[in-house]
């Protein structure tokens, strides 16, 4: 059984993964009697930590707003600091991009109203200066997260490539974060399958509070779905190329959705698309290794008008 203070830490660490708890169902997580979880949750309360109790068989405990921060040992300023810095570090490519997210979506969930406004202020009045990526929608990223987080069911808008927009209902189970985008990989409750939504086309709507069991799937075949989502249904040219480089340098360097295969040390396999096959061309050439065409007869034409500006560029500058 943990002693009281770090059952406490293990109870706080409880409410803040899931918003609803039972007193039989933390009892049993703790190892204590329901009366034990009484007491503890009465603590918490005179620490300054906002839990509400639902009364009733289907009631609960869950941690709420409240009207001041708890005591994380920050102050007000650091808690806006912390939650604009894990803001930010959501848009870099570090790798810990989701992990940013969820626990900007914890320290969110806690803050009083003044610094929920404060943080919010200082993204809308914020600028950067603009870059080759898309901006990164803060809202509609924490609201996936928090989402999958606590297992619930997510409506939102979604904006399809022609420009039309509808309702979507579904069960979020992963953001995976590729190229210059964000994608949800979510169980599409109206169309019974799995779906890959682009987040920066996507418009939460209110939280809908229905809870859902996660269906079982290894990371690894997420990734591998959304990627043969993206390069089947993406891209109106595709192709596939014999890349003369390491697969593991190609990944290094192509930014863009591709599906690699290692054919051995030198070479590899690219299937990869675009909207634009002379940009898709323009990307391939930076790579500094040879490249063979194997399907894909518009990224063959676009080769053709790229080395045509080539040779014009290179002739102009010899005879000058």
Do not use: N
Request: glycine content about 8%; charged content about 25%.
């Amino acid at each position: 059984m943990l002693e009281t203070s770090a059952r406490l830490l293990e109870l706080l660490s409880l409410l803040q993964v899931k918003r609803d708890w039972t007193s039989d169902d933390l009892a049993a997580r703790l190892g204590v009697s329901t009366r034990t979880v009484r007491a503890d949750i009465g603590r918490l309360r005179s620490l300054g930590y906002p839990v509400d109790a639902r009364p009733g068989v289907a009631g609960g405990y869950r941690l709420a707003a409240g009207t001041a921060m708890p005591p994380l040992l920050l102050d007000d300023d650091e808690a806006v600091a912390v939650a604009v810095g894990l803001g930010a570090v959501a848009t870099w490519r570090l790798g810990i991009q989701e992990t940013s997210l969820i626990a900007l979506a914890k320290l969110e969930q806690v803050m009083p109203a003044h610094l929920r406004r404060r943080v919010a202020a200082i993204r809308e009045t914020t600028s950067v200066v603009p870059g080759t990526e898309p901006a990164l929608d803060l809202s509609a990223l924490g609201a996936a997260a928090s989402a999958i987080r606590g297992h619930e069911r997510l409506r939102f808008g979604y904006t399809k490539p022609g420009g039309t927009e509808e309702a979507r209902h579904a069960e979020p189970q992963r953001l995976v974060s590729w190229g210059p985008f964000w994608y949800l990989f979510a169980w599409d409750l109206d169309r019974e399958d799995w779906r890959v939504f682009r987040v920066d086309r996507m418009v939460p709507r209110a939280p809908t509070g229905v809870r859902f069991r996660p269906r079982v799937i290894p990371e690894d075949a997420v990734v591998q779905h959304v990627v043969r989502r993206i390069i089947e249904a993406g891209w109106s040219y595709r192709a596939r190329v014999l890349v003369h480089a390491p697969a593991g340098e190609v990944a290094a360097k192509l930014v863009i959705p591709v599906d690699i295969e290692a054919v051995d040390d030198s070479t590899c396999r690219v299937e990869l698309g675009s909207d634009d096959p002379d940009g898709l061309a323009l990307w391939l050439a930076q790579l500094g290794a040879d490249v063979e065409v194997l399907e894909g007869r518009e990224l063959e034409r676009a080769f053709e008008r790229l080395a045509t500006r080539f040779r014009r560029a290179a002739g102009g500058a010899a005879t000058r």
